[in-house]
């Protein structure tokens, strides 16, 4: 394997990575974030208050977004191990 092709699926790798997290990361900062907000306005510092609906957020894009996620992670290793025989040289 050559150090471009170690390169592209590198990058592949990271790609994939930040597409697929990206749905789930942004929910909970978004939720975190709105949060927060609530909890300066109100001045309430409970610290479940901030993290509940955080994992609600999250369990919810799970729930709605987890299938194609689990679909682009599995066109990845699938596009993946295709390659494997090709790199023997």
Known sequence: ??????LFFLHEMVWT???VGAPL????MIVGLLISVVQVAT???EITLSYVP??????????VL???MLGKLNQ???SLYNTIPSLGG
């Open 17 to 19: 990575a930040l597409i």
């Open 43 to 45: 001045q309430i510092q």
């Open 54 to 63: 955080k994992l609600l957020a999250a369990a919810l894009i799970l729930l």
């Open 1 to 6: 394997m050559s150090a471009d092709q170690a």
């Open 76 to 78: 990845f290793a699938i």
């Open 25 to 28: 990361l942004g929910a909970t």
């Open 66 to 68: 987890g299938g194609w």
